[in-house]
């Protein structure tokens, strides 16, 4: 699902489908993320040089109230 769809949900007033939306679009990012940090750990155990993957993070940091 997309961003849109999850925006498009909620402003409809669907808060569980929008939920629902919300959480397939983290697990996506999460596998995303894992799957990249697999792959450069194989590379790195079969051929002994380290190379890094860069994964972007899109998490907001919560300022204090």
């Known amino acids: 699902m997309e961003t849109s769809q ?3 949900q909620l402003s409809a007033g669907n808060a569980s ?4 939306a919300l959480t ?3 697990s996506t990012k999460a596998f995303e ?3 990249a940090k697999k792959m450069e750990l194989a590379r790195n155990i079969f051929t002994g040089k380290e190379e890094t993957v ?10 204090e109230q």
Do not use: G, P
């Open 6 to 8: 999850f925006i498009d």
């Open 33 to 35: 993320a894992l799957d």
């Open 17 to 20: 489908e929008a939920k629902s």
């Open 24 to 26: 397939d679009m983290l």
């Open 54 to 63: 860069e994964v972007q993070d899109t998490e907001e940091t919560e300022t």
